[in-house]
Antibody
Framework: EVQLVESGGGLVQPGGSLRLSCAAS????????MSWVRQAPGKGLEWVST????????FYADSVRGRFTISRDNSKNTLYLQMNSLRAEDTAVYYC??????????????WGRGTLVTVSS | DIQMTQSPSSLSASVGDRVTITCQAS??????LNWYQQKPGKAPKLLIY???NLKTGVPSRFSGSGSGTDFTFTISSLQPEDFAIYYC????????FGPGTKVDIK
């Protein structure tokens, strides 16, 4: 079955760190770019980060650049998001998404169920 | 940065109605525009990519059109399972989602 399963969310204090994981199955993981997209409670979608299939290139939203690091382990079919210096405004459901990324396209055709990150003291 | 305007922000419609949502970019984004559906408590689903291409498996009542700055998403005959929030997403430099349109029952 083609699926993405996120884990690692939880409650963390402001300034703290958390690492999210996303286990992929059912497709050739290393072939595809992967992304994280988040959604604050009651709000819309916000793209967070993308990493190419090889891991050679990474992209970040301005709101997280310098604090979050995306990475992947193609031998384990797993995507990661290391989140440091967390702020209250980072509170959201974080979705892992399989991405089609190229010169003329960038969209997300498979999504996980999401994992909730709550930043609060 | 490119600004995206999505309208309306919400609409009420009946089963069988034709529903149209528009997305406008502040500058030319060619056909770099995608549409997603999100139901409460669920992950988004891709419906349309590159402005007008229907994702495999998505019902043909969904369609998209446009290029440049103005884009349209249409549900030709609204079904009960279509009540959801719809987001456009542009890609010019980096991906960015529009604010969403909530489609609920009239």
């Amino acid at each position: 079955e083609v699926q993405l399963v996120e884990s690692g969310g939880g409650l963390v204090q402001p300034g703290g760190s958390l690492r999210l994981s996303c286990a992929a199955s059912g497709f050739t993981f290393s072939t595809y770019a992967m992304s994280w997209v988040r959604q604050a409670p009651g709000k819309g979608l916000e793209w967070v980060s993308t990493i190419t299939g090889s891991g050679d290139s990474t992209f970040y939203a301005d709101s997280v650049r310098g604090r979050f690091t995306i990475s992947r382990d193609n031998s384990k079919n797993t995507l990661y998001l290391q989140m440091n210096s967390l702020r209250a405004e980072d509170t959201a459901v974080y979705y892992c998404a399989k991405a089609w990324y190229g010169d003329n396209y960038w969209y997300f055709d498979l999504w996980g169920r999401g994992t909730l990150v709550t930043v609060s003291s | 940065d490119i600004q995206m305007t999505q309208s309306p922000s919400s609409l009420s419609a009946s089963v069988g109605d034709r529903v149209t949502i528009t997305c406008q970019a502040s500058q030319d984004i060619s056909n770099y525009l995608n549409w997603y559906q999100q139901k409460p408590g669920k992950a988004p689903k891709l419906l349309i990519y590159d402005a007008s291409n229907l994702k495999t498996g998505v019902p043909s009542r969904f369609s998209g059109s446009g290029s440049g700055t103005d884009f349209t998403f249409t549900i030709s005959s609204l079904q009960p399972e279509d009540f959801a929030i719809y987001y456009c997403q542009q890609y010019d430099n980096l991906p960015f989602f529009g604010p969403g349109t909530k489609v609920d029952i009239k």
